[in-house]
């Protein structure tokens, strides 16, 4: 069965940088769209970022924009976020995702499977 693992979560303060790791079994995994998305206490899921089949191309909201950094290594079928100069708006729960398709990638909609998390939590 297709398995999304994350880690690397953990409590940091402002300014502070972390990678989290998704490792994924059970798929093709260069045959996927990998996204990240989180969700803060009371919010809805977010889109934080997506990086293409190959990691030729990477996609990010606005707020993490030349702080964050998507890549994958397809021989480790790992996905990775490397998150500097973090800040407290930051914390959340951060998940994984794989989609087969690039449309929409946005919408956690579009992807067909999730990790359960990994904790991310910015102190000032």
């Known amino acids: 069965q297709v398995q999304l693992v994350e880690s690397g979560g953990g409590l940091v303060q402002t300014g502070d940088s972390l990678r989290v790791s998704c490792a994924a079994s059970?798929?093709?995994?260069?045959?996927?769209?990998m996204g990240w998305f989180r969700q803060a206490p009371g919010k809805e899921r977010e889109f934080v970022a997506a990086?293409?089949?190959?990691?030729?191309?990477?996609y990010y909201t606005d707020s993490v924009k030349g702080r964050f950094t998507i890549s994958r290594d397809n021989a480790k079928n790992t996905v990775y976020l490397q998150m500097n100069s973090l800040k407290t708006e930051d914390t959340a729960v951060y998940y994984c995702?794989?989609?087969?398709?690039?449309?929409?990638?946005?919408?956690?909609?579009?992807?067909?499977?999730w990790g359960q998390g990994t904790q991310v939590t910015v102190a000032s």
């Open positions: 059970g798929l093709t995994f260069s045959s996927y769209f």
């Open positions: 995702a794989a989609g087969k398709q690039v449309f929409g990638y946005t919408s956690g909609s579009r992807y067909d499977y």
């Open positions: 990086i293409t089949r190959n990691g030729g191309s990477t």
